[in-house]
């Protein structure tokens, strides 16, 4: 690949609304560092950024706004903040390979301790004396927990986040298995198993995490024929993908017993609904897709886009290139 003159570049960035002022800004110089000379466009809304597309070489951000690949001529690289690209590699451009896909790998590095949080608060039952504590209620006997050394973790997905989880259980004296398309040992896992034995992971799982990746091979991959494999104590803790649940399914389990709880971060539509019954079980830890954010998140997220942003200015192969035929 030949280089680039970065002063050629114009750069469209795509900064969530929930993103603190300062963040915005790291993001700004981080482009503007790892191509000297780029215009780096920052829309406020989607309808500036589709009228802005059509002068995109490169497009960033968590996720691209109907209509800006299809005015987008010009944009040969999209490069994703997320890990979780399911929202991009159905779109236009980027489904025809004109467009390369990349993605963030790395950011992420809170998310595992995110997981252990609600591996810990379930097992020592903070879930409950947090609400009692909120009504005023002292009641010991339910707040008595149970030890974490010597439960089973099932790691569904053991990609980038599933192997640093998976020394953190260790750590703790938990016994950890997980699937993974590729049967090569993995540090910290007592048992690796092919997806096609995900039952056996649902079956003897303490905990089971889902980590994988939305494609159309994992949507609804937890429904109502998995929750009834898994233990009558057993805790489902989802921090990859919403879809790959199926909420009515999830409801029932939870509804009837066949779930001890769950811990869940992401959703089939978020906002998360008032009026959604998942609110309603006291057996249930609901976070508001932030499993992976702390301050430094977004540092890592920027420093990520200008390494690559620097490797498609100097023509070197870029970083985390997306295959579009396996969705990640």
């Not at 609304?17 to 829309?43: D, K, Q, S, T, W």
């Not at 991009?88 to 301790?113: E, S």
Request: charged residues 20%; glycine residues 10%.
């Amino acid at each position: 690949m030949t280089g680039r003159n970065p002063s050629d570049l114009t750069i469209l960035m795509m900064i969530d609304g929930y993103v603190p002022a300062a963040a915005r800004e790291r993001f700004r110089a981080a482009a503007e560092a790892a191509a000297p000379g780029a215009r780096i466009l920052m829309p406020a809304t989607r309808d500036e950024a589709v009228a802005q597309a059509p002068e995109a070489d490169i497009a960033t951000g968590w996720s691209l706004p109907a209509g800006v690949l299809e005015h987008g001529r010009r944009l040969r690289w999209v490069h994703a903040f997320a890990a979780g690209v399911d929202g991009f590699v159905g779109l236009p451009g980027i489904r025809d390979r004109r467009v390369v896909l990349t993605r963030t790998v790395g950011a992420h590095v809170a998310l595992p301790d995110h997981v252990m949080a609600l591996v810990l608060a379930f097992a020592r039952r903070l879930h409950l004396d947090i609400r009692n504590q909120v009504n005023r209620v002292w009641d010991r006997p339910a707040g008595i927990g149970q030890d974490v050394a010597g439960t089973v973790l099932g790691i569904l997905g053991l990609g980038q986040i599933g192997k640093p989880l998976a020394a953190r259980a260790a750590a703790f004296g938990m016994r950890v298995i997980g699937t993974k398309r590729t049967q090569e040992p993995v540090p910290h896992l007592d048992l690796v198993l092919p997806p096609e034995r995900t039952n056996e992971l649902l079956r003897e799982a303490d905990y089971v995490v889902a980590l994988l990746p939305l494609t159309p091979e994992t949507k609804g991959r937890m429904g109502e024929r998995e929750f009834r494999l898994m233990k009558p104590t057993g805790v489902f803790i989802n921090v990859s993908r919403g879809p790959i649940v199926q909420e009515t399914a999830l409801v029932r389990a939870l509804r009837e017993g066949w779930i001890a709880g769950a811990g869940l971060d992401v959703f089939d539509a978020e906002p998360l609904p008032g009026d959604h019954p998942l609110y309603e079980f006291p057996q249930v830890i609901i976070t508001p897709h932030v499993s992976g954010i702390t301050p430094k998140f977004f540092e890592r997220i920027a420093t990520i886009m200008a390494d690559n942003i620097q490797r498609y200015v100097k023509g070197e192969p870029l970083a985390n290139v997306i295959d579009v035929a396996r969705g990640y």
